[in-house]
């Protein structure tokens, strides 16, 4: 339900014309916290976690051939673990490259404001629906009482 409230106004406020959006996209921006000054004070732990988790990985894919991409995920988390471990100001260029790099979802999102706004105000008039459709049928005190004797009743069958 929480997710349809969510999605219809954010559907709502892409609706409005692409000058209040930059408005309030140039309000939203504002840095609440530089995370840059937290993670160096933790860089040392970060990294080792890091180093872990992406040998553990690793080691995961191995028993695991189905799930190939599981080394390249392992390979990247240690990667960056042990930049951060050896060479922490490298993480700093990665972050501007990719902020270069990759494109910006602000331009994306304002170039297509309706659509979006339309589609996530149907979207969440879909799971209001849904959600106010299902806890009717399966609200109530009786309704999970015989649910429960239905569920221990097919049990016993077997």
Not at 8 to 22: A, D, N, Q, S, Y
Not at 46 to 65: D, K
Not at 78 to 101: C, E, H, M, T, Y
Not at 127 to 140: E, M, R
Request: include cysteine.
């Amino acid at each position: 339900m929480i997710a349809g409230v969510i999605s219809l106004v954010m559907g709502v406020l892409l609706l409005f014309p692409k000058e209040v959006l930059r408005g309030l996209l140039g309000w939203l921006e504002k840095p609440v916290l530089m995370v840059d000054e937290l993670v160096n004070s933790v860089r040392i732990p970060v990294g080792i976690v890091l180093v872990i988790i992406g040998g553990w990985v690793i080691s995961v894919a191995f028993n695991y051939p189905e799930l190939w991409y599981l080394h390249v995920i392992g390979v990247v988390v240690v990667f960056f673990g042990l930049l951060n471990l050896f060479l922490p100001q490298w993480v700093g260029i990665f972050s501007k490259v990719a902020d270069r790099l990759v494109f910006s979802t602000d331009e994306m999102v304002l170039g297509l404001n309706r659509t979006a706004g339309i589609i996530l105000v149907i979207c969440g008039l879909y799971i209001l629906l849904i959600t106010s459709i299902f806890g009717k049928i399966k609200g109530g005190e009786n309704n999970e009482k015989r649910f429960y004797i239905d569920r221990v009743s097919d049990g016993d069958r077997y």
